[in-house]
């Protein structure tokens, strides 16, 4: 769930201008699923903009104490999660620690990189929410280290029904700055794209699996 409006316009305003979102509906991209898409989005170029930067840490941490209160511990997603995770500690004075997608190969094995004590109550942080399947991964194993997942803060959501369905059922709060539908209605209202192009952008959300084929 995107909770302010105005926020989640200036984000898309942002990632538009910055271009860490394209969007491309006559020559889609394909991801690494091998979906083909109108858009592309790599959150981590907002890195290198520091007050956008410092606008998306601040109000990641506005949503955090607002919405959950405030967590023993923060944790961040491999990869895109760290930096935002990181930056968000620092600036609530909490301990920091990131969550691998799958366990080391060597030394210790670790998913979970860092310290965290069971019973200590966790906030997620992740850059960009597609199917959901490795942020709901994170969890699952913060969750196996006895950890409480207070909910899970991200930049932007496509906000697939599939998505949304396994955050439902896998009973963690989502909540965004930003997401798809407010994107791209800025994008048409600022010209980055056409009217005749908002029936495929909005059909590709529908059912990405099949869009373009």
Same mark, same amino acid.
């Given at each position: 769930?995107? !909770?302010?409006?105005e926020?989640? *316009? *200036? ?9 860490a979102v ?5 020559q ?9 898409s109108?858009i592309?989005?790599?959150n981590r170029?907002?890195?290198s903009?520091?007050k956008? =930067?410092t606008?998306?840490?601040?109000e990641?941490? =506005? ?6 209160g405030i967590?023993d511990v923060?944790?961040? /997603?491999?990869?895109?999660g ?5 930056? /968000?500690a ?6 920091? !620690?990131? !969550? ?7 030394g210790?094995g670790? !998913?979970?990189e860092g ?9 997620? /942080?992740?850059d960009?929410i597609?199917t959901?399947?490795?942020?709901l991964k ?5 969750r ?6 207070k909910?899970m803060v991200?930049?932007?959501s496509?906000?697939f029904p599939?998505?949304?369905?396994a955050?439902?059922e896998?009973k963690?709060r989502?909540?965004?700055l ?5 994107l791209?209605s ?9 009217q *005749?192009d908002?029936?495929s952008?909005?059909?590709? =959300?529908?059912?990405p699996?099949q869009?373009?084929?």
């Amino acid at each position: 769930m995107t !909770v302010n409006q105005e926020v989640a *316009k *200036k984000i898309a305003e942002n990632l538009l201008q910055i271009k860490a979102v394209k969007l491309n509906p006559s020559q889609p991209f394909t991801w690494a699923s091998g979906w083909k898409s109108p858009i592309y989005c790599d959150n981590r170029i907002t890195l290198s903009y520091p007050k956008l =930067r410092t606008f998306i840490r601040q109000e990641f941490t =506005r949503l955090i104490t607002e919405e959950f209160g405030i967590p023993d511990v923060i944790a961040g /997603v491999a990869t895109g999660g760290i930096p935002q995770g990181v930056l /968000v500690a620092q600036d609530l004075g909490l301990p920091f !620690v990131y !969550v691998r997608q799958s366990e080391k190969s060597h030394g210790l094995g670790n !998913v979970i990189e860092g310290v965290v004590d069971p019973g200590q109550s966790v906030i997620v /942080v992740e850059d960009l929410i597609s199917t959901g399947g490795s942020s709901l991964k994170a969890v699952e194993a913060l969750r196996k280290a006895g950890c409480v997942v207070k909910g899970m803060v991200a930049i932007f959501s496509y906000k697939f029904p599939q998505a949304e369905d396994a955050f439902l059922e896998a009973k963690v709060r989502l909540l965004t700055l930003s997401d798809y539908e407010i994107l791209i209605s800025t994008a048409l209202e600022q010209n980055y794209i056409l009217q *005749k192009d908002m029936e495929s952008l909005i059909a590709w =959300r529908r059912d990405p699996a099949q869009w373009g084929k």
